[in-house]
Nanobody, 125 residues
Framework: QVQLVESGGGLVQAGGSLRLSCAAS????????MGWFRQAPGKEREFVAA?????????YYADSVKGRFTITRDNAKNTVYLQMNSLKPEDTAVYYC?????????????????WGQGTQVTVSS
């Protein structure tokens, strides 16, 4: 079983940056696809970013964050990161880390079997 714990959320002004971390325990995530999703109040959980298990593999982003967010992973530390730059008020949400050995669709929220509890990101205007 994989346990995921997110950290790094907080309150930031528009234009600012935050780096989220997702620490995994229970087993190595080195061969898992890792994803980040977010959920704003009253909205469905949506895809943000994902990457396969090798650091050099392609990364995938929602159009709304492309060019501003970067997903990376450190398999030695069993940790995935989401660097968020040029934050906007519409980025305000609870951000969740997710893991799955073989999701059919990397941007599908129903494809991931393991989820963290989430970390709140609030961007003020």
């Amino acid at each position: 079983q994989v346990q995921l714990v997110e950290s790094g959320g907080g309150l930031v002004q528009a234009g600012g940056s935050l780096r989220l971390s997702c620490a995994a325990s229970g087993r190595s995530i080195s061969t898992y696809v890792m994803g980040w999703f977010r959920q704003a109040p009253g909205k469905e959980r949506e895809f943000v970013a994902a990457m396969r298990w090798r650091s050099g593999d392609p990364t995938y982003y929602a159009d709304s964050v492309k060019g501003r967010f970067t997903i990376t992973r450190d398999n030695a530390k069993n940790t995935v990161y989401l660097q968020m730059n040029s934050l906007k008020p519409e980025d305000t949400a609870v951000y969740y880390c997710a893991a799955d050995p073989r999701p059919t669709a990397l941007d599908g929220r129903f494809e991931y079997i393991h989820w963290g509890q989430g970390t709140q990101v609030t961007v003020s205007s």
